[in-house]
């Protein structure tokens, strides 16, 4: 729930907030649960995206923490490159609608399987694939795009 709410709101105070919330309602709420780590998620995913509706503040999924670190015997204009590579693709991702960028977050950054994102999303797992497809190739054109007008 944490990690969710922290990929949402880009904050470790409002995330904590948020668990802090989910929690507290899910125990106040005193009804029986099927599946109580999806429904946890949704909760904690539900009152995130709430807060950052109020917040009225677009921000992107990942973190610092999750880009991969760069070699060390990686030469300075390698190390720039992947760096450029790796700010690109967080402000491509950031530019997806909010579903894919978290499909894109829980499958490809955190390594959740189908059925649990679906799950946690309440919906199908091949809707799931689906739009994870549709995301990847969303970014893949965004950057297609982008690299075809750096080429000039």
């Known amino acids: 729930m944490f990690r969710l709410a922290m990929c949402v709101l880009h904050s470790k105070e409002e995330a904590e907030d948020i668990v802090q919330d989910a929690m507290m309602k899910i125990w106040n709420g005193g009804q029986e649960i099927d599946n109580p780590a999806g429904y ?53 991702i950031a530019k997806l609608p909010e579903r894919k960028r978290i499909l894109i977050q829980l499958r490809d950054i955190e390594g959740e399987s189908y059925k649990r994102i679906a799950e946690m999303l309440d919906i199908t797992e091949s809707l799931v694939k689906t739009d994870l497809f549709r995301a990847r190739q969303e970014l893949k054109q965004y950057y297609t795009n982008i690299d075809s007008y750096e080429r000039f």
């Open 40 to 92: 946890c998620t949704i909760v904690a995913k539900n009152l995130a995206l709430d807060r950052l509706r109020q917040k009225k503040n677009q921000t992107n999924m990942m973190q610092i923490e999750d880009i991969p670190q760069i070699a060390e015997t990686d030469m300075p204009f390698q190390a720039l490159e992947k760096n450029e590579k790796l700010n690109l693709l967080e402000q491509l």
